[in-house]
């Protein structure tokens, strides 16, 4: 879904611990990071740091943990990240990924999208 969903020069945003999804996805990392997860790079010179990376790249879907855990673990350690997805990008469902990981599907409010066939996921529209 990945793959079909986004352009060779996107990148994607992954809220966990998972770097092999950028992998089966063939898409690079956003913000500077494969994973955000145990604590680390949590300063708030590493968040605007990485915010304004994310800034300057192309990333139409980010991917985080569902339920508690994304207010628990990700929003609390990273509540500058948290404070900038939830600004700019909207929840746009969920998605198995590796190791049957369930995750929140966010998409980036400015970018055109169209439906993927087989998830019902946004999509971004090609071109």
């Known amino acids: 879904m990945l793959f079909r969903s986004t352009r ?3 990148r994607l945003f992954i809220g966990d611990n998972l770097p092999e999804v950028y992998y089966f996805a063939g898409r690079g990392s956003a913000a500077g990071q494969f994973g955000y997860f145990s604590n680390f790079y ?4 590493w968040q605007h740091r990485a915010i304004d990376r994310w800034r300057q790249q192309s990333v139409p879907i980010a991917l985080t943990q569902s339920g508690p855990r994304f207010t628990e673990e990700f929003g609390s350690d990273y509540p500058l990240l948290t404070q900038y997805l939830q600004s700019r990008y909207r929840r746009a469902g969920s998605l198995v990924v590796e190791r049957g990981a369930s995750m929140t599907v966010w ?3 400015a970018v055109r999208m169209t439906t993927d066939r087989v998830t019902g996921l946004p999509c971004r529209l090609p071109g």
Do not use: F, G
Not at 42 to 45: E, L, N, V
């Open 8 to 10: 060779p020069t996107d």
């Open 42 to 45: 949590t300063s708030r010179d």
């Open 107 to 109: 998409v980036d409010s």
